[in-house]
């Protein structure tokens, strides 16, 4: 059996988030239905994150197993012209067979895009979330670092029942939000291990919350504290956020 | 009668052209719907061009009359708020009451968007004309200016039966090709008194035969001289085409 690895890009508006679902259109669903269209095989396919409805990809990574002996380039063609174009593949590599998009991630990055502009242009309104009433910007540049490091992130995310009793500590190598001026836009960029369910959108909305006036920034040791879901901000909406790429220790 | 005077940018892919159309959704038809509900007044608005199904506009100007007193700015954020965020309404003016959108036009300006890249990103399968096989940019570039001028464009329009004895010279006040190097594009810039409907679509499909050596640049005069459509370059598609300006005499 062969093991291949996708690089994905995908505009997460018309699907139900990455993971197959019955009777709705997933990432997933849709890749790996091509992928049997293709190889005629039972295809199990690996994604690092399980993105949520409406999220995008500009890196997300998958694998999956094969017999069929297709080169690389030519699967990529393949996917790219059977597939919608709201999902591409990037890149098709041949990789080690115990390689798992999921289980070998070291590290992930998200950007979350808030567009400051008083109008979203027609083009934009599913790629950021529009929030046009001031934000004190320089606060949540202030707040961003705080995330950082080891912390049990209980109160920025959720999860099932079933996993009730994980540990709920994650790490983030770093956090940080960023003007952009030319695009008018806020871009929080985080970047770590793994992350809770909701937990980047959490973090956004706690940041917005500072950006309102409603938290301040001196306010986040005491959320770790609490772990308790009710006190952080809101999760903020899924059309901003972009898993932007996975990394992988080198072969 | 208060004369009102719209600027709009709207995303012509989940349209059926400005046009109102029985039982399609069209951009004018969605506006007019908008405008009533406030206004409670019949509403008769005219653009300065009527857009194809699935062409853009960022500055597409509109005009229409009411009695309502409201505010422009009033206006314009009810009109935002009210309107699919596929259509966005930049500016509400009030003009004077000889004003039409259409009739007092000096110069339209069409912007068309050729992504030269691989793969086509899947946030902007609707927003491009994807178009990656090889292109002699240079003699595309070469060849656009010689559209410029007064000429009879027949073999670059078409018309309604009822329209078939008008004249079909045009003024082009500048055409050019410019490569956009950051967003791998080639990008189709025509600005012009007025145009014929598919015109600028027929010039860039021209364009794309130059760049492709199946017509050459010396070849546009011969064209001009044919009056005969089957021997330009074939219609663009329309996902590539946006309105970018109208321009109006200095009040």
Redesign the interface.
Known sequence: MRNLKLTL???GSDYHGWQVQPDRPTVQGTIVHTLREITREKIWLHAAARTDAGV?ALGQVANFKTRMKIPPENLQRAL?SLLP??????AVEEVPPHFHARWHAQAKTYRYRLLRAP?????L?R?VYHYHYPLDEPAMARAAPLFEGEHDFSSFGTWDADEKEKSKVRAVFSSRVQPDPEKQELVYTVRGRSFLRYMVRKLVGTLVNIGKGSLRPEDIPRLFEARDRSQAGPTAPPEGLYLVSVEYPRP
Chains 1, 2 share one sequence.
């Open positions: 890009a995908y505009d995008h790219n174009p709201t999902i591409r593949v990037g109008i979203c242009p027609p083009f309104w790629q």
